[in-house]
């Protein structure tokens, strides 16, 4: 392990570094305008709470801004010791962190052979109490492809799925694996919630896949508006190596776009 790696670890530094995280999110909250979206307002929102938040991978970073004064967020981190400075950001953000391994895989025991069971009781429990959960939708390393592992969790807890997109105009995009997003301040934003989706506790193979593909085509739908609403292009969605919709070149990786 390297040398600035160890001091990154350091509790006081991440500390430090989760505080420092987490004032700025709060500045690009503030200083951005915000538009809110959903098919019936808050009025909605409240009655289909607690949900399942389903998100992109690439917009955790910016997942708090979808969070009202009144609600009660959780998600899940893996106990990696690089996931300590989001979890101090986040928790600072007032969203409760779970750290614990996500539920992945078609079924319950895939899901338990790769260590997931731990944190799909946990996000169970969660909902139980009425809080909704955050949680990532991608397969793993595979950029906007829906995983089964939301679904599951929507089949055993009987809570929806409500796909959310949260944008800015002026944002960088880093050049890893889920092309993640992190705002910057004085620009535009938007949150959009789309259509809620249900997953019954029997489902054959066949439905649960039609229902993974739905899922896919409204998380997409709910950031291609998103963006729409600030008047960007959702440059992932057209190809997420960087290549802009109108097929011109993309600004290089970790740059403002």
């Keep these: 392990m390297s040398l600035l790696k160890r001091i990154s670890r350091l509790p006081a530094v991440q500390e430090g570094l989760g505080a420092l995280a987490a004032a700025y999110l709060g500045l690009v909250r503030r200083t951005n305008r915000f538009t809110v979206e959903s098919a019936g307002g808050d009025a909605w929102i409240d009655r289909h709470s607690p949900f399942i938040a389903g998100m992109w991978h690439g917009q955790h970073i910016m997942v708090p801004f979808a969070r009202r004064p009144q609600d009660r967020i959780a998600t899940i981190i893996s106990r990696n010791p690089d996931g300590n400075i989001n979890t101090i950001a986040l928790t600072r953000m007032g969203v409760r962190v779970i750290r614990a391994s996500g ?16 944190g799909l ?3 169970l429990k969660a909902l139980k109490a009425g809080e909704t959960v955050a949680f990532s939708a991608d397969v793993p390393k595979v950029s906007r492809r829906a995983d089964a592992g939301i679904l599951t ?77 600030v008047g960007r292009p ?24």
């Excluded at 796909?163 to 992190?182: E, G, K, Q």
């Excluded at 919709?245 to 403002?256: H, I, K, L, N, V």
Aim: some cysteine; glycine content about 10%; overall charge positive.
């Design 153 to 229: 969790l929507a089949r055993f807890s009987g809570r929806p799925i409500v796909p959310v997109a949260v944008v800015t105009s002026r944002h960088i995009r880093f050049n890893s694996w889920d092309r993640a997003c992190l705002g910057l301040p004085f620009g535009r934003g938007a949150v959009v919630f789309g259509e809620a989706i249900h997953v019954p506790r029997e489902v054959e193979a066949e439905a649960f896949e039609r229902l993974r593909q739905r899922l896919e085509a409204e998380m997409n739908r709910v950031h291609d508006r998103a963006y729409a609403l």
């Design 121 to 123: 009781r946990a996000m």
């Design 103 to 118: 539920a992945r895989g078609r079924v319950v025991r895939d899901a338990r052979a790769k260590g997931g069971a731990e």
């Design 234 to 257: 959702d440059r992932v969605g057209a190809n997420w190596l960087g290549v802009p919709a109108d097929g011109t070149a993309g600004r290089s990786a970790g740059s403002p776009a």
